[in-house]
């Protein structure tokens, strides 16, 4: 684990650094978004409403090196809910130095706060690298994601 890891919610001031790891995610995933979702998206993270994604921004001697995005949703089978840990971004510099697993454990701990211990992701088949991470922390699902086509 990086010794000068500090962990922060996103905060109003964040947001050229967040854009900056977001951006970056995103183009991991060949994705690219209009300015307006950044600005939506950004506003969401700073709602009080308890149904918008929260997010946390991973910090190393001063710089951003890492995000994720969470949020809390209903679930038919589990009256207390669920987190969906959304995005989650490292950037390369930063990675295999306990980031990940720190932001990880960021939503594990506000999950558990909330009383929704139950948190789920997803990442595409390829992401090698962070799967490793994932079956660590994770236990892997027979679900096959199918989404509407449009």
Known sequence: ????LTLTPI???????WAQLWHAYLDFYDTTLPLEVYDMTFEALLSNDPHSPKGVLAVVDG???GLVH??????????AGVCYLQ????TEQARNQGVARALIDAVY???DARGTPDVYWTTQDFNATARKLYDKLGQL??????????
């Not at 969470?70 to 009256?79: E, G, N, R």
């Not at 699902?141 to 449009?150: D, E, G």
Request: proline residues 12%.
């Open 11 to 17: 905060g109003a001031s964040d947001k050229p650094a």
């Open 70 to 79: 969470y949020l809390f949703h209903a679930h038919c089978w589990k009256p």
């Open 63 to 65: 710089t951003p090196v």
């Open 141 to 150: 699902t027979p679900f096959i994601k199918y989404v509407r086509p449009l």
């Open 87 to 90: 995005d989650l971004f490292v």
């Open 1 to 4: 684990m990086t010794t000068s």
């Open 109 to 111: 701990a506000a999950a």
